[in-house]
């Protein structure tokens, strides 16, 4: 049972700043929530497809239509979708919802009358892949986008394949330039040639953000309209763990500076009875805030930490060296770089290289870790007193223009190289490396790792030689 120093350090949590603005920000009111229904994909493919509409009676014209296709063109770094469309006097768009490949004909699209494809209802597994459904289909003069979202599930067997022919088979007999995106929280390598993967933070919620503000600004959306879209703003910032969106950075922020409080609040509830006819003021105010409570405690999971330990031991057994990080994330260089190449750190932070890795230790992620070789800060018009950014900007077009799709597939997009770079954050190659939460296995992973990292860090390193002590400074 927590003693009264317990009690105070949970008050502690409660009353922290962070904490203040997450309970402002659940305890408001939003439709999503109320009908729970944040992480239904089919809810979030439904509602794209009504964003995409232009015809529809969201008040926003085709202005969100514009900036995701701006988007999906820049992750596939052909800007030929979005010129059709802007070129087009008509500019007629159609958007099929839930479309069965059964449609998809030669020349043209049977139209789809059966309403139960928007339903929830389980259906037979068996039936339901003899008449395969893409998510979306966007169509207008010329050009056309299909798109493959998922919300947390991964690619069914063969899925994207199924969907491939016979898109590309209509859209050659229609004259169209068709672009095959699958829809992600993460970001993930691409499937073949052909699939674009592009995230909903970038895709839809920044476009959607972008249009919302313009619009809420100059009175063009009725209060119900406007309403209903940052309700889908917010749920969507969440859910699709949105750069812009706060909540999980200041969860594990939060649960990082009340650490001991809240893995002793974990033990206390395990021990304690809920029940109890006089229950203690800890359990009350547990019971009070476990809408903020509950998703912290999830970064003091024992396995969530015994995890993140394993993760900082394998950089010491390899001689890694550990710059920035807590038990959500580390990042870290090769410790002979720092002699090597001292102008990977730049004069307005000394404590953070530009060139790193980073490894994610995801607790939503309880089978694997992510690792990544990133650049940061590519923008001189955000990053004005970055003394050596030109150099990183000229590093990541040489990789681009050496063709070194294979050893930084990051960089490309259907093999061409993306114009369009991460400002802050531009990860080169990626990886994930399996690993249980409930039972890691350290060996594993070290020896995951140091394969990762031994070969990229030599393939990197011939583009680092710019940054020696000495060496002129290179004009991008």
């Known amino acids: 049972m927590p003693n009264f120093a317990d009690v105070k350090s949970l008050l502690d949590v409660l009353h922290d700043p962070l904490a203040v603005r997450l309970r402002a920000r659940w305890k408001s009111f939003n439709p999503f929530r109320v009908l729970k229904v944040e992480k239904r994909e089919l809810r979030h493919t439904t509602t794209l497809a009504w964003l995409l509409d232009p015809r529809e009676n969201h008040g926003l014209g085709d202005h969100f239509l514009r900036g995701f296709l701006k988007s999906v063109c820049e992750a596939a770094s052909d800007h030929t979708t979005l010129l059709r469309y802007e070129t087009d006097s008509n500019a007629i768009v159609r958007v099929h919802a839930e479309l069965q490949m059964q449609q998809v004909q030669r020349d043209r699209i049977i139209p789809d009358f059966d309403e139960d494809r928007y339903s929830d209802v389980p259906v037979n597994a068996a039936l339901e892949r003899g008449k395969r459904r893409i998510d979306l289909l966007v169509e207008?003069?010329?050009?056309?986008?299909?798109?493959?979202?998922?919300?947390g599930a991964s690619e069914g067997e063969g899925q994207l394949d199924a969907y491939r022919t016979p898109l590309r088979l209509w859209a050659q007999q229609t004259d169209r330039e068709l672009l095959l995106i699958y829809l992600t929280i993460d970001e993930q390598?691409?499937?073949?040639?052909?699939?674009i993967n592009a995230q909903w933070s970038k895709s839809v919620a920044q476009p959607l953000r972008t249009v919302l503000a313009a619009s809420g600004e100059s009175g063009q959306l009725g209060d119900q309209q406007h309403a209903f879209l940052a309700s889908y703003l917010d749920i969507l910032s969440d859910v699709a763990d949105d750069a812009d969106g706060f909540v999980n950075c200041e969860l594990s922020e939060l649960a990082s500076h009340h650490t001991t409080a809240l893995r002793c609040l974990k033990e206390a509830i395990k021990a304690s009875d809920h029940n109890a006819p006089h229950p203690a003021n800890w359990i009350v105010l547990y019971e009070r805030n476990k809408r903020l409570l509950d998703p912290l405690l999830e970064y003091v999971d024992l396995g969530f930490?015994?995890?993140?330990?394993?993760?900082?031991?394998?950089?010491?057994?390899?001689?890694?060296?550990?710059?920035?990080?807590?038990?959500?994330?580390?990042?870290?260089?090769?410790?002979?770089?720092?002699?090597?190449?001292?102008?990977?750190?730049?004069?307005?932070?000394r404590q953070l290289p530009r060139v790193l890795y980073e490894i994610r230790n995801d607790s939503k992620q309880p089978h694997k870790i992510f690792v990544a070789l990133q650049i940061w800060l590519l923008d001189d018009t955000v990053y004005t007193e970055e003394v050596y950014l030109e150099d990183?900007?000229?590093?990541?077009?040489?990789?681009?223009?050496?063709?070194?799709?294979?050893?930084?597939?990051?960089?490309?997009?259907?093999?061409?190289?993306?114009?369009?770079?991460?400002?802050?954050?531009?990860?080169?190659?990626?990886?994930?490396?399996?690993?249980?939460?409930?039972?890691?296995?350290?060996?594993?992973?070290?020896?995951?790792?140091?394969?990762?990292?031994?070969?990229?860090?030599?393939?990197?390193?011939?583009?680092?030689?710019?940054?020696?002590?000495?060496?002129?400074?290179?004009?991008?």
């Open 305 to 349: 930490e015994a995890r993140a330990k394993m993760i900082i031991d394998a950089l010491r057994t390899l001689g890694l060296t550990r710059v920035k990080g807590d038990n959500s994330y580390v990042r870290f260089i090769v410790t002979d770089w720092v002699q090597r190449f001292p102008r990977i750190y730049d004069a307005s932070d």
């Open 189 to 195: 390598d691409s499937r073949g040639d052909d699939w």
């Open 140 to 151: 207008g003069q010329g050009w056309a986008v299909a798109i493959e979202a998922k919300i």
């Open 392 to 476: 990183r900007v000229s590093i990541v077009r040489e990789i681009q223009a050496d063709d070194r799709v294979s050893d930084f597939p990051r960089l490309f997009a259907r093999g061409k190289p993306k114009q369009q770079l991460n400002q802050k954050v531009q990860a080169l190659v990626s990886t994930s490396i399996a690993c249980n939460i409930e039972a890691p296995d350290a060996m594993y992973f070290v020896d995951k790792l140091n394969e990762f990292v031994s070969r990229t860090s030599k393939q990197i390193e011939e583009y680092l030689e710019r940054f020696r002590e000495g060496n002129e400074r290179t004009a991008a």
